[in-house]
């Protein structure tokens, strides 16, 4: 019975792990990709790795090393349809990224339109000023395009005391563009 029960316990923690290694929550995020893209009627998940090429470039570009994490991205498509009758089409990109700033993990979504530019971002989880999760803050991120610098005082305003916090939320959004273009750039 002993060596029974030590395989289940084994087996179960090879599923929780293997859930773990793609994206931030072990369940459908649905709620999340909601309130980012709430015009979709559906949603396709595409688990991906980023080659060890996709790499070079994404970090090359970044100016930095990607997170772990960020290897193996859980990458959503937001299906829609411009009328009733229309076909259902892919609008957008959605991915989840960590940021980290003075007060820990900052864990936002970032929406990317089918041309390559930041559609949108929102904050989900976060131990910095509520200030960042306001609508109007989180509005300048909405047309970025890969180019841009992403840097506070320069293209981006931070709320008074939270300069630390939006460079990392910057960051962030930056990487995550990044990591979706690199993924779904044309051949």
């Known amino acids: 019975m002993n060596k029974f029960v030590a395989i289940v316990v084994l087996v179960l923690g090879f599923a929780v792990i293997g859930s773990a290694a793609f994206g931030h929550d072990p369940v459908w995020p649905g709620e999340k990709l909601k309130a980012l893209f709430p015009q979709a009627e559906s949603f396709e998940q595409k688990n991906l790795y980023v080659s060890d090429e996709q790499r070079g470039r994404i970090e090359k570009a970044l100016g930095s090393r990607l997170p772990e994490e960020d290897l193996k991205p859980s990458i959503y498509l937001a ?3 411009n009328t009733p009758d229309a076909p259902l089409r892919k609008a957008g990109a959605i991915m989840f990224i960590d940021a980290h700033g003075p007060g820990g ?3 936002m979504g970032v ?3 089918g041309k390559g530019d930041l559609l949108k971002i929102l904050i989900f ?11 109007v803050f989180l509005n300048q991120f909405e047309g970025k ?3 841009d610098p992403f840097k506070v ?3 981006i305003t931070a709320p008074a005391g939270a300069d630390k916090s939006v ?3 910057a960051s962030g959004a930056r990487r995550g563009l990044f990591i979706i273009n690199e993924m779904f750039k044309k051949k």
């Open 111 to 113: 929406v990317v339109s």
């Open 79 to 81: 299906v829609v349809r």
């Open 125 to 135: 989880e976060n131990k910095e000023s509520q200030k960042i999760t306001q609508q």
């Open 167 to 169: 460079q990392a939320i």
């Open 153 to 155: 005082g320069s293209d």
């Open 105 to 107: 993990k900052i864990e």
């Open 145 to 147: 395009k890969a180019a």
